[in-house]
């Protein structure tokens, strides 16, 4: 009887361990990170529960600690379904008849099926880029009729070049003018993604007809701003008393493929009279797209203005922050020292030699190894003896997430007071290889910023740098291509 016993409770024991042991594995493949298992190739249905990679607060976000990845991280864009042709659900504008030089607010709300490539949407709108933007001179109504679109469409574009076409809504544009014009144009600054550069000022006045034939006055008198508010569309405000600013984009969730936002600037008188414009911006995002497509963490950086000590060092601040959702650890850094004499003096028939490779420990450099999302604040410094012919310190950063994802980074910081041309050189591979290029042309140590320019227009840096446009001067030979982004 006992031992009867004896076997069903083991039996039981038995029993227990298996469905112990089922439980386990069940717990440790829901654990698994992106990285491990087969690729998931199955559709994703509309309000089916599932979150997109790109999930707010961060698509950068671990989905759970799970094991480190083993060898290569499978890129997370594998993960996904094929690609779908996006579905354009809505567009509006904010205006049924404008004058022809009047703007006209025009909004696209698109999506993908069941949303699984949302974030990789790319609007065009009349040419412009966004899913908001302000259209201006569109082509003049026919007599009595429906205004010509003169080929305006909207586009959006998805993953792998799939997309979508409409025309724009009907908006009649009638035969008529505002009195004055004011225009709002952007720029990126050299060598930055984030910092953009806005100019707005007043383009045109159209004169009140009338009034001059009737009473010899214009009645419409020109506008002539002393007050500029400006809107970024990121939360951030800001008014000047120039017609220019600069506005650092660098803080945006790099949740997407693309940023847009429309910037707006209203423009005030004497009188206290204002006009406005708006502006649609786009921002490549480099943290979505190298995390999506190789499975790498973007550490980002942000170097700000130097600072002289009595003892002639200069220190150069230095924010560096990451959009992944646990700290990340720096394990290598990699310096090259850029000095002044070799760019200001060089051109392709000479050109300057590529500085050696130092490699440091990233506790000396930085200050710390380990960063969190929130960055730390590093303070790179140029001494006086070592340094005194040193413009520029690049650096290279490589690391790892807890759970096994590479990191890589990159910044320079850079002395202050250089020629522009110079500190461009530093910043711009392509600037670069036109400035060696318009030395060599010239045959000049040294050439202007409009030299360059002026050069481009006669065609001198076509195809670069695979061939040689213009005449070459005596004794020149085409240079060997170098590839530009290299790894170091």
């Known amino acids: 009887m006992s031992s009867r016993r004896n076997k069903a409770l083991l039996a039981l024991a038995g029993f227990a361990a298996l469905a112990l042991l089922s439980w386990f594995f069940q717990r440790e493949e829901q654990a698994v990170p992106l990285s491990a298992g087969p690729v998931d190739t199955s559709p994703v249905e509309p309000h089916a529960g599932r979150e997109p990679l790109w999930q707010k607060p961060s698509m950068l976000a671990p989905r759970g600690p799970g094991p480190q990845p083993s060898g290569e991280p499978v890129p997370p864009i594998a993960r996904l379904p094929p690609p779908a042709a996006p579905v354009i659900e809505e567009v509006s504008a904010d205006k049924t008849s404008v004058c022809f030089n009047e703007d006209v607010l025009v909004t696209v709300k698109a999506r993908t099926p069941g949303g699984a490539d949302d974030a990789f949407l790319r609007y065009r ?3 412009e880029a966004g899913p908001v933007v302000s259209l201006r001179r569109l082509s003049l109504s026919s007599k009595g ?27 009649e544009v009638k035969d008529c003018r505002l009195p004055n014009e004011f225009e ?40 002539h701003p002393v007050r500029y508010v400006w809107s970024f569309d990121d939360g951030t405000t800001v008014e000047t008393t120039e017609g220019t600013v600069v506005h ?59 600072t002289a000590d009595g003892e002639g060092r200069l220190t150069v601040p230095v924010r560096l922050w990451h959009q992944w959702g646990t700290p990340i650890t720096v394990k ?41 999302s929130g960055g730390i604040l590093t303070q790179i410094q140029f001494e006086p003896e070592r340094d005194r012919e040193v413009v520029a310190k690049e650096f290279r950063l490589e690391g790892e997430t807890a759970e096994g994802w590479p990191v ?69 030979s085409a240079p060997v291509p170098v590839a530009q982004a290299e790894e170091w």
């Not at 429906?146 to 305006?152: F, V």
């Not at 707005?200 to 009034?211: C, E, F, T, V, Y």
């Open 332 to 372: 290598a850094v990699k310096l090259r020292r850029h000095r002044g004499l070799e760019l200001q003096h060089a051109d392709e028939r000479n050109p300057p030699s590529r500085p050696a490779v130092e490699e440091l420990f990233p506790d000396h450099v930085l200050g710390a190894s380990r960063i969190a």
């Open 184 to 223: 709002l144009v952007h720029s990126l600054e050299p060598g930055s993604g984030d910092v953009v550069r806005l100019t707005a000022s007043p383009i045109g006045h159209n004169p009140d007809i009338d009034s001059f034939l009737a009473k010899g006055r214009d009645e419409n008198p020109r506008f």
């Open 125 to 127: 709108v009349g040419g």
């Open 408 to 476: 890589k980074g990159s910044f320079m910081a850079i002395r202050p007071g250089l020629d522009p041309v110079v500190r461009r050189m530093l910043v711009d591979g392509e600037w670069r290889s036109k400035v060696l290029r318009a030395r060599a042309h010239l045959d000049k140590a040294d050439v202007t910023e409009k030299e360059v320019m002026d050069l481009e227009g006669e065609g001198l840096y076509v195809e670069l740098p695979r061939a040689f446009r213009g005449t070459p001067p005596p004794g020149f």
């Open 145 to 171: 009729g429906l205004p010509e679109r003169g080929g305006y469409t909207v586009s959006v574009t998805g993953r792998d070049g799939t997309h979508a076409t409409v025309p724009l809504p009907d908006i």
């Open 248 to 306: 650092d984009f660098s803080a945006r969730a790099q949740t997407a493929l693309y940023s847009y936002f429309l910037v707006r600037c209203e423009a005030f008188d004497a009188k206290g009279d204002s006009l406005g414009a708006s502006k649609a911006l786009e921002l490549k995002n480099p943290a979505f797209e190298v995390f999506m497509t190789k499975g790498t963490v973007r550490l980002l950086a942000q170097p700000g203005p130097a």
